[in-house]
């Protein structure tokens, strides 16, 4: 199951030459990851007030064309794998089907003192796609 989020490349998200500069793209993924937990219901202001956070443990990450000032980019999120405390995400950033931006992000999700906690049940439970593309 793939889910898809729309980006608008700012000027603010530029460099001087109107290209995107290449953090950036880490933004767009993370805010894609964002609205795919918050689409599945999931609440990350009342999990951090219940002590339990996600945090990003590692990204491997391949720019591959840039993007540009104007462009409408998606992004696309799948879940390739999810242990107790951890999912593993593909993300793409796509302009009209081209991938600009591919990524593998691997997230934990973390109790009180920074320990493992468990994954909300709806995420442990979410389809995956392990595909790679």
Not at 26 to 42: P, Q, T
Not at 64 to 87: C, F, I, N, Q, W
Request: aromatic share 6%.
């Amino acid at each position: 199951m793939t889910h898809r989020y729309r980006v608008h490349v700012h000027y603010e998200d530029t460099d001087m030459g109107g290209i995107v500069y290449h953090a950036n793209f880490l933004k767009f993924i993370e805010r894609a990851r964002s609205a795919w937990v918050r689409d599945l219901g999931v609440d990350q202001n009342a999990m951090r007030a219940a002590g339990t956070v996600f945090v990003v443990r590692r990204v491997e990450a391949d720019f591959l064309a840039p993007a540009r000032l104007d462009d409408v980019l998606e992004v696309e999120t799948r879940t390739l794998s999810a242990t107790g405390a951890r999912l593993v995400m593909d993300q793409s950033v796509t302009r009209d089907g081209e991938v600009l931006f591919r990524a593998v992000a691997t997230l934990a999700c973390l109790g009180t003192g920074g320990r493992p906690a468990r994954l909300p049940a709806i995420l442990a439970a979410h389809p995956l796609d392990t595909t790679r593309r």
